[in-house]
């Protein structure tokens, strides 16, 4: 482990994704290719898509990822949906032990965001003084965390009385943040410990971890913009209103059946609710645009699509 400043730690984040590669997945590996960090993938099949000299796709079955932490937790893990990784996230640095030999920090990352200056926002100087990272001040972002690579931070999230039950829930249940829809309490200063979590959550673990010598850093870095007005991304700087951020997260935008990516833009561009742009998307430009044009065809096939259903009945 380093422990001088003037060595940069050596991160990776680790994702196992299962199904469809959306196209977003091109402005996602291409945010990353000139960080300081490694990409861990685990999936079914290589994306059709360039990746980064960072970026290391390991092919491994859904069953045998399935088993794999079934084994290493000792427990059936409700798996019915890839969509329960999101609980998993906490147990990453104790289930890909072997892939991480060698690094100083692991987290996890979503794909549906652009990453933008890494190293102005988690310097040499910080990680050598940190054992945690959240991109959220009052939570731990399950979008966006880092966790030092040692065995009481790869196992911290057995201090859970829930962890079993979490895991073995169909439904996503929050363990990997704050056990519910609590978002809106922490932020306007409520303590998790007064709410009534259905789980103790890796948000708790880490808040008691804290007391006991864990060194933590919170800090608002993730940007989760909604609506028209544009994020510039420029080459690794993501910038909104006059303030830089680490990352924007458009999971906002994505659930818009407009959101549309151009898989070919490099920086700078802008993207919004509608998608991304080479140009300022005014609304001249956003009106003659080929987001536009792919809103008002997705509008149509879903009016189209419930007309047909009504007609079924």
């Not at 796709?57 to 990822?65: E, S, V």
């Not at 609590?182 to 200063?189: A, M, V």
């Not at 103790?200 to 993730?222: A, N, P």
């Amino acid at each position: 482990m380093n422990t001088t400043s003037s060595v940069q730690p050596k991160v990776a984040f680790v994702i196992p994704y299962y199904g469809k590669f959306p196209a977003y997945f091109s402005l996602f590996f291409d945010s990353v290719k000139n960080l300081p960090i490694d990409l861990i993938m685990f999936a079914e099949q290589q994306p059709a898509m360039a990746l980064p000299a960072n970026v290391k796709i390991i092919l491994k079955p859904y069953a045998q990822i399935q088993e794999l932490f079934n084994s290493k937790l000792g427990i059936k893990v409700a798996f019915n949906k890839p969509y329960k990784f999101c609980d998993l996230k906490p147990t990453y640095g104790y289930i890909f032990e072997e892939y991480l030999t060698g690094y100083d920090f692991w987290g996890s990352v979503d794909t549906d965001l652009i990453l933008g200056n890494f190293s102005k926002f988690i310097s040499t100087e910080l990680l050598n003084s940190i054992d945690f990272y959240s991109g959220i001040k009052e939570y731990v972002s399950g979008s966006f965390f880092l966790l030092r690579n040692t065995e009481r931070c790869n196992k911290l999230f057995m201090k859970s009385r829930d962890w079993q039950k979490s895991f073995q829930e169909i439904e996503y249940t929050g363990f990997d943040e704050c056990g519910g829809s609590f978002f809106k309490q922490l932020k306007d200063g409520a303590n998790i410990k007064d709410l009534n979590t259905n789980i103790q959550s890796f948000t708790e673990l880490v808040f008691d971890e804290r007391k006991l010598g864990l060194r933590c850093h919170f800090e608002d870095t993730l940007l989760e913009p909604q609506g028209e007005e544009p994020v510039t991304v420029n080459q690794n700087q993501i910038l909104y209103r006059g303030e830089e951020y680490l990352l924007v997260h458009f999971i906002y935008f994505k659930a818009t059946y407009y959101f549309y990516i151009n898989t070919q833009l490099k920086p700078p561009y802008y993207i919004n609710s509608l998608g991304t742009f080479k140009k300022f998307p005014s609304k001249v430009n956003m009106l003659l645009s080929a987001n536009f044009v792919n809103a008002c065809r997705n509008k149509v096939n879903i009016n189209l699509r419930k007309i047909d259903k009504r007609l079924k009945i």
